[in-house]
Every structure is written in C-alpha cells, then in structure tokens.
C-alpha cells in the first residue's frame, strides 16, 4: 500500500520560513514523481511544485517561484518544501502527491501552514 | 494560461440520481484532463485520468468523457458515500497542473 505522509506544518509569522518534509512507503520512490499541492481554508486547490526522479528538472507554480524550494532525498524515501518570505496567503494545507499519467495518484494527509502574526 | 471552468458551482441531488458536471477549457487539452473526489479534511482521491480511465479501485458508477475543450464526468446513481467536492484538473507539458474551482454535490 503507498502512503505518503507530511510533516513540518505549523505557526509561522509573515516574513518567515518552514520546512516541510512528506516521507514515502509502499512504492519505489527513487522511480517517483512528486508534487506538492496546497489547499486554502475553503478554497480550491493549487499545484505548487514538481521533482522529477533524478532532481532535474524541477518546476514551480508563479505564486511561489523565488520563495519555495523543492527537494529530495532517495535514501530516505523524502521530499522536501523549503519555503521562505511566508506571506499571509501562503495560509493552507499543503499536500505531496505523486504523479503518473498527468494526474496525482497518491497523497498524504496534508499538513497545515498558518501564516499569521 | 489555459483557464479551467467546472459548473456547476453547486448541485443538489438525491441518492440515485444521475449526476454530470462539465468541466470546460479556454484551450484544447487533448485527454489530459482528470477528476478528482474530495470530502472535508480529508485528501482528494483521484477518479479519472487521461479523460476516460477510471482510476483502479473506483467504483464503476463514475465514469469520464470529452476531449479538447469540454468534459463531463458522470456519476451514474448517486450514492451516499458520493456527496463531496469534485475538481477537474489540466497537465500540460510545460509541465503545470491547473485544477478547477471545484464542484460541490449534496443533497
């Protein structure tokens, strides 16, 4: 069974930083591409970066370029979401989700981001 | 940009019903489009992809069609367990992923 499974959620100010971490199971991971997708509160959602396999290439969406770095680690099954310069509207539930065939297969549970002072 | 438009924006059905939401492209997107079912605090699941395939483990009452600018995702006789919000969601090889305002389906 794939699980995916976020981590590193929390209270930031604005102007701040946070880690997030979704650590993988069940799949190969070092064959796996992977995303992260946020949710506002009561809002719609919004692909927010990709990682290929090998780390190259990688893309993000205009909202969060210059601001967020996504990475991975294949030795430990993991990838990352280094965000920087939070803002208010970064606000939000972000998800890691594999893709295949153009569509996000599997997910993790979320974990929650609130930026506020 | 290509812009996503999913309507409508809220259905009131009944258990049984036969249900359609159409989810509509300002571009040609060819099949890659799929559909997704969300309920509150939960992750959404994937249902259909590349327009048509039923994702593996979906029940076989939803069902996907349409190509190039216009889809429909249907759900043949609506369950309890089918009252949730559905997004449709675009790839295009740039790559990006650009999802739909949402549908909410209740009773």
């Known amino acids: 069974e794939v699980q995916l499974v976020e981590s590193g959620g929390g209270l930031v100010q604005p102007g701040g930083s946070l880690r997030l971490s979704c650590t993988a199971s069940g799949l190969t991971f070092s064959d796996s591409n992977l995303n992260w997708v946020r949710q506002a509160p009561g809002k719609g959602l919004e692909w927010i970066s990709y990682?290929?396999?090998?780390?190259?290439?990688?893309f993000y969406a205009d909202s969060v370029k210059g601001r967020f770095t996504i990475s991975r680690d294949n030795a430990k099954n993991s990838v990352f979401l280094q965000m920087n310069s939070l803002r208010v509207e970064d606000t939000a539930v972000f998800y890691c989700?594999?893709?295949?065939?153009?569509?996000?297969?599997?997910w993790g549970p979320g974990t929650l981001v609130t930026v506020s002072s | 940009d290509i812009q996503m438009t999913q309507s409508p924006s809220t259905l009131s059905a009944s258990v049984g019903d036969r249900v359609t939401i159409t989810c509509r492209a300002s571009q040609s997107l060819g099949t890659w489009l799929a559909w997704y079912q969300q309920k509150p605090g939960k992750a959404p699941k994937l249902l259909i992809y590349r327009a048509s395939t039923l994702q593996t483990g979906v029940p076989s009452r939803f069902s996907g069609s349409g190509s190039g600018t216009e889809f429909t995702l249907t759900i043949s006789s609506l369950q309890p367990d089918d009252f949730a919000t559905y997004y449709c969601q675009h790839y295009n090889s740039y790559p990006t992923w650009t999802f739909g305002q949402g549908t909410k389906v209740e009773i």
């Open positions: 990682i290929s396999p090998s780390s190259d290439p990688i």
């Open positions: 989700a594999t893709v295949r065939q153009g569509a996000f297969d599997f």
